[in-house]
Structure formats: structure tokens, C-alpha cells
């Protein structure tokens, strides 16, 4: 399946923070309101906590080295600079890992069955929607370095 299209400099695409802060709202909602079933209760659940907490790091963590490195954070615009240490030598978009994690976390915390369907749902509109576009337009910009970078760095973990 060919990725998305590149947003134009008019379009207003869906950022991750914005799926990500989507799937959280619809994990507390789903949790009150349709809690299908209990899978743990505290302290069991407090195991959540670590992976909000790598999962932040994560992100913040790749965040930071990319603005140190000169190449745009923000979603859909062409990357000048090919990071491939700290967190990237693990994943080829540790941000977006580090979202999936917080929320796997918020789920765990949570301690119910629904939420976790959210969890999927956020991990599938980042890579088709987001991760599908960024790759594509970083093997345009960086053609045989990325492609060796690919076959050597797994997409998420």
C-alpha cells in the first residue's frame, strides 16, 4: 500500500499529539462508560506508571535531539538531517514509540479492557498516517543513507 500523500503547504494535517491526546479522552471515556471488563485493580495497575513514564522520556528524548541536530520536530516537513543515534539507534521514530508506550501505560493504569482497543487504534493512524509519509519523504531526501539506516533500524522497537 503506497503511504499518504504529503501534505501541501495549505493542508492542515492531524498531528500525532493530536491523536495521541484523542486516544487518552477516549480511554478515560471508554473505561466510565464502557469498562467491558475489570483486568486488574491497584496496585497491579500501578505497573502503567513506568510506561508512561519511559514513554515521555522517550519522546522528550528524541524531541531534544532533533532540535539539537537542526531538522524539523514537526510532522510532514522535509527533514534535513539523518539522526541515527541515542533513542533512534533502537527505533526509526522514538517519539512516536514514546506515545504508543504513555498510552499503553494510561490504559494499564486504568485497569479495564476498552481502553486497550484504543491503544491499536493510536499505533495504526501513526504509522499509516503519519510514520508511512515521514519515511517516504525522508527516502527522498536521504535516498541510500536511509534505506541502509531502514534495513538496520526496526520501524518502532
Do not use: C, N
Not at 494535517?13 to 464502557?34: D, G, I, R, S, W
Not at 502503567?48 to 522528550?60: D, H, K, M
Not at 510532522?75 to 504513555?102: C, E, K, N, T
Amino acid at each position: 500500500m503506497p503511504p499518504p500523500p504529503v501534505p501541501r503547504s495549505g493542508d492542515r494535517p492531524v498531528l500525532p499529539t493530536t491523536y495521541a491526546m484523542l486516544a487518552v479522552a477516549a480511554m478515560v471515556a471508554l473505561h466510565l462508560l464502557a469498562p467491558v471488563a475489570g483486568l486488574a485493580q491497584a496496585p497491579v495497575t500501578w505497573l502503567g506508571a513506568p510506561f508512561v513514564g519511559v514513554g515521555l522520556i522517550l519522546s522528550f528524548w528524541a524531541d531534544k535531539l532533533l532540535r539539537r541536530r537542526g531538522t524539523p520536530t514537526r510532522p510532514f516537513r522535509p527533514p534535513r538531517v539523518l539522526v541515527r543515534d541515542g533513542p533512534f539507534q533502537l527505533s526509526r521514530h522514538p517519539m512516536y514509540l514514546g506515545m504508543v508506550l504513555a498510552a499503553l501505560g494510561i490504559a494499564m493504569l486504568l485497569g479495564t479492557l476498552s481502553p486497550f482497543l484504543v491503544v491499536g487504534v493510536l499505533a495504526w493512524l501513526i504509522d499509516r498516517r503519519v510514520v508511512a509519509v515521514e519515511e517516504a519523504m525522508a527516502e527522498d531526501a536521504f535516498g541510500d543513507a536511509w534505506r541502509a539506516y531502514r534495513a538496520r533500524v526496526r520501524r518502532w522497537f
